[in-house]
């Protein structure tokens, strides 16, 4: 069994929690967490946009950057990355054959694994930062087990309440757990009042203080190339990030808002064709979705016809934007991803449906997004909006879509 098949076997069973089996199997490797400087970003939007902004910076000033992001589009090598390059199968193998016997001992989850392999990989390759992507919380997330020595957070909002709480105190408690001692370094966006004051109280019980971006990025004309609000106010953070960072790390930079304006980050409002247009956002709670709508009401003019393709994972509570989000479409298809945690079309279909609208449940993924590529006009746009998981159908139709230039540093 190569070491794609074994960990997408895991990855099949249930989700677990907590630290322990993360820092046993990390023992088992001889802590390669200690050999790193680091950086976590944690949060509930952003994270994977902000991460690739960094790493991109940093690659093009000739440093050697780890990045560690989930969930993958579609390949798992995706995750773990030097310098925009996917982790080799062949160094997969050689860790799960090497670390077989305490895989099972321990019995980690695959993310747990996942997150191991890449600081395994990066402490081997001897990168100058490795940049780590929260998983979906931070005291019990794996990723916390690296002990990064700067966290990043990034907005918080719901999601994910089934298992980190059903308001926004406690998950932000939760997401803020990963705070663990006086010396690392604290940067956080601009946030809502309950959640700035629970990351301030949870900094000071371990003395220490979180740093807040509070400049208007609206009023800032500098990253005018991003034409989405969400993403210029990324871009602004990311530049507010690398003004502490800098000399904590004593880094050498230059051009740092251009190689922000240049990060490639696919499945983010990616046009993948034109005549029809056709465009993949895997917004997938309600704080993105809204930020698809901003967006999508911008341009919906420029359009005859619009066609949605919509599918979620469970537990995403989104039911308040759907009235503005399927007012922007003439059709809706309520479809299904068929992974573990797919919300079922059906399902999707009862959360709300508009008495003007074409609205219909479609459970093939494949045949519904060539039928619309084949039936639209020239002018008019297909959105398929919501989970990560259609990036495998939508790579069967625009074949190496999701692959990212790599540009000599």
Known sequence: MSAKSFLLSIDSKKIKYGLSRTLALLQACNNPEKKLVSIQIIGTNGKGSIAAMLSNVLVQNSYKVGLFTSPHLVHINERIRINNQNIPDDFLDFFIKKYKRQIQKINPSFFEIITVISLYYFAQKKVDIAILETGLGGALDSVTAAQADTLIFTPIDYDHMAILGNSLSKITAEKAGAIQNAQQLLISCSQRSIVKKTLNNIAKKKSNQIFYLNKDYKKLPRFSLFNVDHQRHNALFVEYIFQHI??????????????????????????LAFEPSVIFDVAHNSHSIQGFINYFQKHRQQYKKT??????????????????????????????????????????????????????????????????????????????????????????????????DIKSS
Not at 263 to 268: C, D, K, V
Not at 318 to 327: D, G, K, S, V
Not at 357 to 375: A, E, M, P, Q
Not at 381 to 389: K, Q, R, T
Request: glycine content about 4%; proline content about 3%.
């Open 307 to 404: 066609f949605l393709i919509l599918g979620l994972e469970q537990g995403k509570s989104i039911e308040t934007n759907l009235p503005a989000l399927y007012n922007l479409f003439d059709t809706i298809d309520c479809t299904e991803t068929n992974i573990r945690n797919s919300m079922s079309a059906d399902e999707l279909f009862s959360l709300y449906k508009p008495d003007n609208k074409k609205i219909f449940i479609k459970k093939n993924v494949l045949k519904i997004i060539k039928h619309r590529i084949k039936t639209a006009d020239v002018a008019d746009a297909i959105v398929i909006l919501g989970s990560h998981y259609f990036a495998p159908y939508i790579n069967k139709v625009y074949k190496n879509c999701f692959d990212i």
């Open 246 to 271: 800098k000399t904590k790390y004593s880094l050498r930079l230059n051009n740092v808002i251009q190689h922000i304006q240049d990060t490639q980050w696919p499945g983010r409002i990616q046009h």
